[in-house]
């Protein structure tokens, strides 16, 4: 039996992406080339794929064994690569994440900028996701790492700890209950709410801690980014729950106001979710390691953080 590398990078790319097409166009190689590369391994494995109508390829359970094994590795080949290309110089290599919208859009910028102040040579690409689009990718095996608000139960995906953050519930400066302290949820059960979409963790925690409180919710509107939903609040169309990171700076431009609601407690955490059989290069668990020490400056001034 002679398995290469490259057959399981060509596996690992079809296994991803679900055609032998797209496979070979993310490698830059022919889709004849792919196709005789994976029926070559599949001569020698047996079918890895469950074959559809059309070129779709899904994996059996065969498949789904090979592919945490072929991208470790795959990701140690590349790893060795980086070591001895540059045995006296920084790390270097590519690292895919995932992140939700609220981590996505209000922290990981300046993160991973001071990152790769320390890592020049590591290039890091990031897409923002909802929760359950990211699980799914990490499932696939698609990206490295991600960093979410949402809970995350799959027992295949190791979730840590990361950061705490709090929900608040926003509205207007002309609101009535604007910067109001000891309201009663109950009064908030007649008004109209700008939400996040179904998966994103925000609506998650709203759907689990508020929504419950109230015989029916009036939603004005579903939106999937939370600058949106803010605007929305600012042109006074609606109220809105969101982190404390994502309306920071609208608060304390005095752009928005806060609803303080008493005995609700919206406070969560931020994980960082990995799949368990994935791989963590030296890279990888450097990126892990600053993310874990990271803390976030004060985030909004005293006079806003009584909630």
Same mark, same amino acid.
């Given at each position: 039996?002679?398995?290469?590398?490259?057959?399981?990078?060509?596996?690992?790319?079809?296994?991803?992406?679900?055609?032998?097409?797209?496979?070979?166009?993310?490698?830059?190689i022919s889709q004849p080339?792919?196709?005789?590369?994976?029926?070559?391994?599949?001569?020698?494995?047996g079918p890895l794929f469950d074959r559809h109508q059309g070129s779709s390829l899904k994996l059996n359970d065969a498949g789904r064994a090979l592919l945490p094994k072929a991208s470790e590795l795959i990701d140690r080949a590349k790893e060795l690569e980086n070591q001895f290309a540059h045995s006296d110089g920084p790390l270097s290599g590519n690292i895919i994440l995932n992140a939700s919208s609220?981590?996505?859009?209000?922290?990981?910028?300046?993160?991973?900028?001071?990152?790769?102040?320390?890592?020049?040579?590591?290039?890091?690409?990031?897409?923002?996701?909802?929760?359950?689009?990211?699980?799914?990718?990490?499932?696939?095996f698609k990206i490295d790492m991600a960093m979410v608000e949402g809970t995350c139960l799959h027992p295949d995906i190791e979730v840590t700890t990361w950061?705490?953050?709090?929900?608040?519930?926003i509205c207007s400066n002309n609101h009535p209950l604007a910067n109001k302290k000891d309201?009663? %949820?109950?009064? =908030?059960? /007649?008004?109209?709410?700008?939400?996040?979409?179904?998966?994103?963790?925000?609506?998650? !925690?709203? #759907?689990?801690?508020?929504?419950?409180?109230?015989?029916?919710?009036?939603?004005?509107?579903v939106l999937n980014r939370a600058e949106a939903v803010k605007q929305c609040v600012i042109d006074d169309i609606g109220i809105a729950c969101l982190s404390r990171f994502a309306v920071k700076s609208a608060l304390t431009s005095g752009m928005?106001?806060?609803?303080?609601?008493?005995?609700?407690?919206?406070?969560?955490?931020?994980?960082?979710?990995?799949?368990?059989?994935?791989?963590?290069?030296?890279? %990888?668990?450097? =990126?892990? /390691?600053?993310?874990?020490?990271?803390?976030?400056?004060?985030?909004?001034?005293?006079? !806003?953080? #009584?909630?």
């Open positions: 039996m002679h398995i290469t590398l490259r057959q399981l990078e060509i596996f690992r790319a079809v296994a991803q992406i679900g055609r032998v097409t797209g496979a070979a166009e993310s490698l830059y080339a792919a196709s005789m590369a994976l029926s070559e391994l599949e001569k020698h494995l609220t981590v996505g859009n209000n922290l990981m910028p300046r993160i991973l900028s001071a990152f790769q102040q320390k890592q020049p040579g590591v290039r890091i690409e990031m897409e923002i996701k909802n929760s359950k689009t990211i699980e799914q990718r990490l499932l696939e950061l705490e953050d709090e929900l608040l519930i309201v009663c %949820l109950s009064e =908030l059960a /007649d008004e109209t709410w700008i939400l996040r979409e179904h998966g994103s963790g925000t609506r998650e !925690l709203f #759907d689990e801690m508020i929504a419950p409180y109230f015989d029916h919710t009036q939603v004005g509107m928005i106001s806060t609803i303080h609601v008493r005995d609700l407690n919206l406070k969560r955490h931020f994980y960082l979710l990995t799949h368990k059989k994935k791989y963590h290069s030296n890279m %990888l668990r450097q =990126l892990k /390691d600053y993310l874990l020490a990271w803390q976030p400056e004060h985030l909004l001034p005293a006079h !806003l953080l #009584d909630t």
